[in-house]
């Protein structure tokens, strides 16, 4: 089924704006999404009619906000095929949820001289949290190479796991390049010697269908506002048993069971995991952010985004002095390249100048920027509202630019 | 030779001439950046890096017959627009006169929402390190 762009992009009140005098162009969307009028209303709606503090309210607003933040649980647990809804735990963002695996996950089963795997494609959310802890417990970060097309190199993965390797921690889509990692190969691998999988779904969670039992992942962990949904939220699943073997994270309100001042019992799964009021509003509007992406359905916009990816490839790669980086076989949504002669930072500059959005650095994963001997790209990411249209925008201004230094 | 006000006037014409047109602005900022002159390669230093900026920039002085010099660069054209203005205004004079002189051009045309606050904070480091070079010559100077 073809999607109406027109009419998804009339969904999205900030995309009809004009900025520099030129319409919007938003291809920032590795970064994050823009919100459906629907997320944006059901914000307002929670604190205009329901607002109230969840679990054990005695009334009647504190029962419906409850049973709305419950429902959210529920569409999660569906949108990634969780078992149960006991597995979904609610963050305040990828980052929150990888600083939570190690936190808990990491401080009672990584010991002195045991190994966690990352790979060179990680954003720092998900290199440092690991470095923190293995330098608190004596472990040894061990990170696997890859190519020039900046895909993962498995057999040098395979060589790295051994009977210490406690952790495989690796990013499912490289938010710097759009690189589709072979995470199923990655998670037999590292299960046949009994470590276990957390994915960073930071990126994969809107551009491929999600199904942590097919994929049988330890962790994944993803954010809200990458999928249409509200900023600050953000989700991590877990296999109940690895969830239920894992020490709480902070302790407060909710993750107990019972307190006295000699000992506390805590809560089941995942209270034990929140603490505290959780974003409660956000969490609510989320379940819109989900209706919208069911409604679609997920192959549908991904096909949509495949073919206007591939129709900037074909285009932005006609312009004299455009290079690619990043040209892995398996990629989605994202296009990152440098102009020759030109700083990655001047190139965002002149393109915001002409209304178009990107995004440009080292989009928080130097070591990959190191590996390939650059200080940043220039990054074009594609969402579903993003049209062939916009692409020839982004081209026009591009090859405006790239004249500059390439006569 | 001119005041600085004389300078900064010009400046603030070309800039009007431009008018409100974002990209115009950006690619002129650009054009001027790539004519300034080359930095000494045995001055780009870590030492002579200004902190502060999201950009590379080089800045080193020369400092005779009571007159500062200034010698700039930076990995990326824009910076380099931006500095070749500064240096414009305040290269070649005294250090009392580059401490007296009030920058004012730089809001007149309206340089924060060009190159938004992150890199006007950029920019606000590049004068406090040419002025406390115009400040060191100065003091040096008084001592003599």
């Known amino acids: 089924m073809g999607l109406n762009i ?25 970064a994050t999404t823009q919100k459906p009028q629907s997320v944006i209303d059901a914000l307002a709606n929670y604190y205009e009619k329901d607002n109230s503090n969840i679990h054990r309210g005695a009334h009647t607003l504190a029962a419906r906000a409850t049973d709305y933040f419950e429902k959210t649980r529920l569409m999660v647990q569906q949108f990634t095929n969780a078992r149960e809804p006991e597995e979904i735990i609610f963050t305040k963002g990828t980052t929150e949820s ?33 470095q923190m802890l293995c330098k608190e417990k004596g472990a040894v970060l061990k990170v696997i190479p890859i190519n020039d097309q900046g895909e993962i190199l498995v057999e040098e993965f395979d060589k790295l796991l051994s009977s210490r390797t406690k952790l495989v921690s690796i990013v499912h889509v490289s938010n710097a390049l759009g690189t589709v990692n072979p995470v199923k190969h990655i998670i037999e691998k590292a299960h046949a010697v009994g470590a276990k999988v957390l994915l960073d779904g930071a990126q994969s969670s809107s551009h491929l269908t999600i199904d942590v039992q097919q994929l049988d992942c330890d962790f994944f962990a993803f954010s809200a506002h990458k999928i249409y949904g509200p900023t600050g939220l953000g989700v991590l699943y877990g296999k109940r048993e690895v969830l239920e073997a894992m020490p709480p994270y902070m302790g407060g309100g909710e993750m107990i069971k019972e307190v006295t001042f000699e000992k506390t019992t805590f809560n089941d799964i995942p209270f034990k995991f929140e603490a505290g009021t959780p974003n409660i509003a956000d969490v609510i509007a989320f379940q819109k952010a989900l209706e919208f992406v069911n409604g679609l359905g997920k192959s549908n916009m991904v096909a949509h985004e495949n073919e206007v990816l591939r129709y900037a490839e074909e285009r932005l790669r006609t ?10 076989a398996d990629k989605v949504s994202i296009l990152s390249f440098l102009i020759q002669g030109m700083h990655p930072f001047d190139v965002g500059m002149m393109l915001d100048a002409a209304g178009i959005a990107v995004r440009t650095g080292h989009h928080c994963t130097q070591p990959l920027m190191n590996r390939f001997q650059i200080e940043g790209t220039v990054r074009a990411s594609f969402s579903v509202y993003n049209t062939k249209e916009e692409v020839d925008i982004l081209y026009q201004s591009l090859s405006k630019i790239a004249k500059l230094k390439n006569k | ?3 600085t006000r004389e300078i900064q006037e010009e400046i603030i014409d070309e800039f009007s001439i431009l008018g409100d047109d974002k990209e115009s602005t950006i690619y002129y900022i650009m054009e001027i950046g790539n004519k300034l002159p ?3 390669e045995n001055e780009r230093t870590d030492e002579n890096i200004i902190k502060g900026c999201q950009s590379k920039v080089w800045l080193t002085t020369k400092f005779e017959d009571n007159k500062v010099t200034y010698l700039a660069d930076s990995n990326t054209d824009i910076t380099k627009g931006l500095i070749s203005l500064l240096i414009r205004v305040l290269s070649n004079r005294t250090p009392q006169e580059i401490l007296d002189t009030e920058l004012y051009f730089i809001d007149k045309i ?11 904070n950029g920019l606000a480091s590049m004068i406090k390190q040419m002025k406390l070079f115009a400040l060191a010559y100065q003091q040096s100077k008084l001592k003599v």
């Open chain 2, 38 to 40: 080359p930095f000494p």
């Open chain 2, 1 to 3: 030779m001119t005041d």
């Open chain 1, 6 to 30: 027109n009419d998804i992009r009339n969904q999205f009140p900030v995309l009809h704006q004009e900025v520099n005098g030129k319409p919007l162009v938003y291809l920032d969307n590795a």
């Open chain 1, 319 to 328: 312009i004299k002095g455009f290079i690619p980086i990043g040209e892995a």
């Open chain 2, 110 to 120: 309206g340089m924060s929402s060009i190159i938004g606050s992150q890199r006007s």
């Open chain 1, 98 to 130: 990888i600083n939570l695996v190690a936190a808990t996950f990491g401080r009672k089963f990584v010991q002195q001289g045991d190994e966690i795997i990352i790979s060179s494609l990680e954003h720092h959310s998900n290199i440092v949290p690991w």
